[in-house]
């Protein structure tokens, strides 16, 4: 499998995947409009060339904030989302972030019980956060 940045060039195939996880999938017009932010780092996983899942986050000051995670259906389970994960952590390590946090559907369990292996901890919860009025989850990793 390969960890790399994305590009433009993969907003297709990032599309498909997006709109095979998300009922209420981000457009190519979001993604291209993140990928020329400064402030963002979207990166793909690759498995023989094709795209199975993609992560980003954006950096304010010293702390990261995850944008997204998805892995296509068929690729669940094999650690995809984990070696995103891995790469985001170093990055934000490399980049002396203090911590990196997210927002999660209190639903989402299986994305909640991942997050919890690597070490994210519940730091709070948004009320009626999303569309549906379901509370997000607040999660936190400390670098320090
Ligand atoms: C959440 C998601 C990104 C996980 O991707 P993945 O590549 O399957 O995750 P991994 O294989 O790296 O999982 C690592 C560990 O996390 C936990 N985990 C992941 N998915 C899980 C699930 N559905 N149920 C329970 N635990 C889960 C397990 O401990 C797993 O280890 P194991 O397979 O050895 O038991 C994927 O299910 C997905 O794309 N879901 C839809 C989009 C989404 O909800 N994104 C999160 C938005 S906040």
Redesign the pocket.
Known sequence: MLIRNMTADDLDEVFELETA??SHPWTKNMFAGELKQKTTTYMVAEKNSKIV?YMGMYQAADEGN?T??????D?????????L?NSFINLCIDNKLRFLT????KS????I??YK?FGFTEVGLRPKYYDNSEDAVLMTIYFD
């Not at 997204?68 to 259906?73: H, Y």
């Open positions: 996880c998300f899942g995850v997204n995670i998805a892995v296509l259906p690729y669940r389970r094999l650690g995809i989302a984990s070696a994960l997210l927002e999660v559907r989402n369990t299986g994305a019980s991942l292996k």
